[in-house]
């Protein structure tokens, strides 16, 4: 079943703008549902529409974050309160930087000390993280695709005003060599910003956590694979989900 995201009667200072024409377009469910019957592994989604409704398949399934965590570390540190309000550092740029656009998993332990297990906890329950599950070793820290990908959908909103331009930067910059999967979809002019975890690379847990955006459109997306016979092959199952997914994307 869909499920709306919005609050309705909620009051905003935005209520009085024209409302956004309803774009009509779904994810192909069906398609990424035939695709993943004859993949080996376990594969979860979740994907949250243009029009903020969600569906998803084994959305409540629990996985280890591996370094999808990185994007709510992210978050956390941004809205830190001796940081929300001022210009980062370079000193901070040159930690967030590769804790995202290369996974530096060196980078994420000293944010994780940083900003501490209360403050991340925070993030997860601002976003309403119903499956979330802190753990000392970050990566092990447990996640679902709906929580994830209704997090990626309201990630600006987690994310201070003045540092939203400079997180989406990083999620888009992702470098080359980390750009598979949804990496390696056509999507028709959508800007994509994405993570992806993949553990040791064994193929134990390949995940990719995103969001396209378009014209003030939204997509987000939370592919979560575990048991892949290999690196390689959660590799080609993450973009062969997402490419099912979003077919025939909006050119608008």
Same mark, same amino acid.
């Given at each position: 079943?869909?499920?709306?995201?919005?609050?309705?009667?909620?009051?905003?200072?935005?209520?009085?703008?024209? $409302?956004?024409?309803?774009?009509?377009?779904?994810?192909?469910?069906?398609?990424?549902?035939?695709?993943?019957?004859?993949?080996?592994?376990?594969?979860?989604?979740?994907?949250?529409?243009?029009?903020?409704?969600?569906?998803?398949?084994?959305?409540?399934?629990?996985?280890?974050?591996?370094?999808?965590?990185?994007?709510?570390?992210?978050?956390?540190?941004?809205?830190?309160?001796?940081?929300?309000?001022?210009?980062?550092?370079?000193?901070?740029?040159?930690?967030?930087?590769?804790?995202?656009?290369?996974?530096?998993?060196? *980078? $994420?332990?000293?944010?994780?000390?940083?900003?501490?297990?209360?403050?991340?906890?925070?993030?997860?329950?601002?976003?309403?993280?119903?499956?979330?599950?802190?753990?000392?070793? #970050?990566?092990?820290?447990?996640?679902?695709?709906?929580?994830?990908?209704?997090?990626?959908?309201?990630?600006?909103?987690?994310?201070?005003?003045?540092?939203?331009?400079?997180?989406?930067?990083?999620?888009?910059?992702?470098?080359?060599?980390?750009?598979?999967?949804?990496?390696?979809?056509?999507?028709?002019? #959508?800007?994509?910003?994405?993570?992806?975890? #993949?553990?040791?690379?064994?193929?134990?847990?390949?995940?990719?956590?995103?969001?396209?955006?378009?014209?003030?459109?939204?997509? *987000?997306?939370?592919?979560?694979?575990?048991?892949?016979?290999?690196?390689?092959?959660?590799?080609?199952?993450?973009?062969?989900?997402?490419?099912?997914?979003?077919?025939?994307?909006?050119?608008?």
């Amino acid at each position: 079943m869909a499920v709306g995201l919005g609050a309705p009667g909620a009051l905003s200072s935005q209520a009085a703008a024209p $409302a956004k024409p309803r774009l009509h377009w779904h994810a192909h469910f069906a398609f990424a549902n035939r695709y993943i019957k004859h993949r080996a592994g376990a594969v979860s989604y979740g994907v949250v529409g243009p029009n903020g409704f969600y569906h998803g398949r084994h959305g409540g399934r629990t996985v280890p974050m591996a370094s999808t965590f990185k994007v709510m570390l992210l978050a956390t540190y941004l809205r830190r309160h001796g940081v929300r309000h001022r210009p980062l550092h370079h000193r901070e740029r040159k930690l967030l930087g590769p804790m995202i656009r290369r996974s530096d998993n060196v *980078a $994420a332990t000293r944010v994780r000390d940083i900003v501490g297990r209360k403050a991340v906890v925070r993030l997860a329950r601002a976003a309403h993280m119903r499956h979330f599950h802190y753990d000392s070793v #970050w990566g092990l820290s447990r996640t679902c695709a709906k929580d994830q990908a209704r997090f990626m959908y309201r990630f600006d909103h987690y994310v201070p005003r003045r540092h939203r331009r400079y997180a989406r930067h990083l999620l888009a910059r992702i470098v080359p060599s980390q750009r598979w999967g949804i990496g390696r979809v056509p999507l028709h002019g #959508w800007r994509l910003h994405f993570k992806g975890g #993949w553990g040791i690379g064994s193929g134990a847990v390949d995940h990719q956590v995103a969001f396209l955006d378009k014209r003030g459109y939204r997509i *987000a997306v939370a592919i979560l694979t575990t048991g892949n016979p290999s690196h390689s092959y959660g590799k080609a199952t993450l973009k062969g989900v997402a490419r099912r997914l979003l077919w025939n994307l909006p050119r608008l």
